[in-house]
């Protein structure tokens, strides 16, 4: 299994608070993206990373921001959580140079906002 | 009409059968496919790439069809643990680092 992790792995939170998930990856790998998965919408992306401090929108950027100052570090921030965040949340990898840009997956955020 | 769309599910077959799975993608410019399996709570894996000449694993096979805009997937002699959601995966447009997520077909493989 690829070397991602995520942090934390289930986060309850009220409505109005900031929140912050971690991804962590030991593979050296450039690309990294946040996806949601909710049930009816299957998964989709938020934000992803092409390289340090290079971050661009997915289709579902609103409301959240991304930092990225390590290879191995990409950071989602909820800046004040609503309702409509409660989700399930993936980090995922990917390497340039391999043809078909396969992602691996982390294991996942629950995150519910009360 | 949705990016990806798959088969509605859930197929539930008995242990031994054949069962196939297919996905039709929108966008003609697409150049990557995948297959990732999904267990209930756990995050996606990648089952295989789908290549242009259609490819084998064991038990899985995947055929694509560009003019149809068309994936499959094939899986000889279900087992138990292949009861997952099956998730059809396509690169956005041309643009190899963003995919397409279809919204997944449902298995369960009954004794």
Redesign the interface.
């Known amino acids: 299994d690829a070397g991602i992790t995520q942090s934390p792995r289930h986060k309850v939170t009220e409505t109005g608070t900031p929140v912050t998930l971690r991804c962590h990856q030991t593979e050296n790998h450039r ?1 990294m993206y946040w ?1 949601r998965q909710d049930p ?6 938020i934000h ?1 990373s ?1 390289g340090v401090k290079d971050t661009d929108k ?1 289709e579902v950027s609103d409301g959240y921001s991304v930092s990225r100052s390590k290879t191995e570090d990409f950071l989602l921030t909820l800046e004040s959580a609503t309702s409509s965040q409660t989700s399930v949340y ?1 980090c995922a990898i ?1 390497e ?1 140079g391999q ?10 955020t629950r995150l519910t906002v009360t | 009409r949705k990016e990806v769309e798959q088969d509605p599910g859930p197929f539930n077959v008995p242990e031994g059968a054949t069962v196939a799975f297919n996905c039709t993608y929108s966008n003609s410019a697409s150049q990557s496919f995948f297959w990732y399996r999904q267990d209930c709570r756990k995050e996606p894996k990648l089952l295989m790439s789908v290549y242009s000449s259609g490819n084998e694993d064991g038990r899985f096979t995947a055929q694509l069809n560009r003019a149809s805009q068309y994936i499959s997937l094939l899986i000889r002699d279900s087992k138990l643990s292949d009861s997952a959601t099956y998730l059809c995966v396509v690169s956005a447009e041309t643009s190899y680092d963003k995919v397409i997520f279809g919204p997944g077909t449902s298995l369960s493989v009954i004794p």
């Open positions: 690309y996806y009816g919408h299957g998964l989709r992306l992803y092409y997915g993936f990917s340039p043809v078909l840009y396969e992602q691996y997956f982390g294991p996942g």
